[in-house]
């Protein structure tokens, strides 16, 4: 089992930044992808972005490329959103996620899962 546990979000004006942190501990080492997700009132998850644990390779979503960008920190043992640039349509609740195996990064299909920080994005 994998426990992961998301911090850093708050209340920002547009075009301001935010850093998320996920702490993972556990079975770390189970897991060869984590990824960041999203979920606004009223719509359904979405993905954000995703890392190699290993090789730090990187995925982002068309919505958040050149805005946000996806690190990590094997040593801590932390995955890391810079968020820049933010908008009114980022607000939601940011989840971090980590994935067994090295395919899929852009569903939904993750095995472990934070509990979310909020992300609240103001005009």
């Known amino acids: 089992q994998v426990q992961l546990v998301e911090s850093g979000g708050g209340l920002v004006q547009a075009g301001g930044s935010l850093r998320l942190s996920c702490a993972a501990s556990?079975?770390?080492?189970?897991?060869?992808?984590m990824g960041w997700f999203r979920q606004a009132p009223g719509k359904e998850r979405e993905f954000v972005a995703a890392?190699?644990?290993?090789?730090?390779?990187?995925y982002y979503a068309d919505s958040v490329k050149g805005r946000f960008t996806i690190s990590r920190d094997r040593a801590k043992s932390t995955v890391v959103l810079q968020m820049n640039s933010l908008k009114p349509e980022d607000t939601a609740v940011y989840y971090c996620?980590?994935?067994?195996?090295?395919?899929?990064?852009?569903?939904?299909?993750?095995?472990?899962w934070g509990q979310g920080t909020q992300v609240t994005v103001s005009s």
């Open positions: 996620a980590a994935r067994r195996e090295n395919t899929g990064w852009g569903t939904l299909r993750y095995d472990y």
């Open positions: 556990g079975r770390t080492s189970s897991s060869s992808v």
């Open positions: 890392i190699s644990w290993s090789g730090g390779s990187t």
